[in-house]
């Protein structure tokens, strides 16, 4: 299997030359209805080819949400396949946002099926879910290195839910969001510009000095937008890790479809209100 380079150093190098807005995929029915399209799969290979035509050559990530495509079966998977290929072939980094998380050889397979350079979908990145323990992401951790992919691991969540598994309390006195950035911090120990194994951590949280979030490693943002979170809360929410951050945004650029030249400029315009955000003193 070709090694490529790792995940870590080529989103750094798109951060850099795009800004590091990602912009989500996010086909549920209603923004498919608001788009005028039948919640099947040829509003779904509309919607979803529209977005990667609009975007994939502006933002540095995009985030296909695996679940909008899953619900219809074979025929959705397949659509997807095509978003994940011609979004790559576009210059974007996809980043599968599928969060998948499980033990032994059911994880190894979970790995192949998106992290493998072969898989038909193959991803620079994968959403994962460490909470049957961190150990258990072991297969995709190995595979993601092997393959110059990397992983987002759910640590300190946007949804309120959250909380109450990643606040909890160890016995050694640290919660568990805070053991999940550890243990990311030591994968990525050492490596330049960027390691390749980040952390989800929601833009909405506020103020999250008492986490370390210096990782080494990416940070992938949800909450901007809809959620209710703006560009300009960044710096407050992230401190000094804000240059490792990649904001998501979806419903606020997607709900300007069907028009491309509408989605491009809500996402130009997200794009700059980042930037001035990350660009203040």
């Known amino acids: 299997m070709t090694v490529m380079e790792p995940f870590g ?12 807005l990602c912009v989500g995929i996010d086909p549920h029915a209603s923004l498919l209805a608001e788009w005028g399209l039948n919640d099947d799969v040829a509003g779904l ?3 979803s080819r529209t977005v990667v035509e609009a975007v994939a050559d502006r933002v540095a990530v995009l985030k296909p949400q695996s679940a909008f495509f899953e619900r219809f079966g074979s025929r959705g998977i397949a659509v997807l396949e095509k978003a994940v290929e011609e979004a790559r072939a576009a210059g974007a980094l996809v980043v599968m946002d ?6 032994g050889s059911t994880m190894a397979a979970y790995a192949e099926s998106f992290l493998h350079k072969d898989a038909p979908l ?9 909470y049957l323990g961190y150990g258990s992401l072991k297969p995709a951790v190995d595979l993601a290195r092997e393959s110059g992919a990397g992983l987002f691991v759910l640590a300190l969540t946007s949804n309120p839910e ?3 598994v990643q606040h909890a309390v160890r016995h050694d006195g640290r919660n568990v969001g805070a053991t999940m950035l550890a243990h990311l911090a030591a994968e990525n120990a050492g490596e330049e510009p960027l390691g390749s194994f980040g ?3 929601g833009a909405t949280l506020g103020d999250l000095a008492s986490y370390d979030l210096g990782i080494n490693g ?3 943002a949800p909450g901007i937008g809809a959620q209710g979170a703006t560009p300009a809360d960044l710096p407050r929410v992230f401190g000094a ?3 490792n951050v990649v904001p998501n945004v979806s419903r606020g650029v997607l709900r300007h479809g069907p028009e491309t030249a509408a989605l491009r400029s809500a996402t130009d315009r997200f794009a700059a209100e980042i930037r001035t955000a990350l660009s203040a003193p």
């Open 9 to 20: 150093a080529r989103l750094r190098r798109a951060m850099d030359e795009r800004g590091p």
């Open 45 to 47: 290979e509309r919607f």
């Open 98 to 103: 599928a969060k998948r998380g499980d033990i």
């Open 122 to 130: 193959f991803s620079d990145a994968l959403t994962v879910s460490p």
């Open 162 to 164: 959250g909380g109450e």
């Open 199 to 201: 952390a989800v951590v």
């Open 218 to 220: 990416p940070l992938l």
């Open 241 to 243: 890790a804000v240059r």
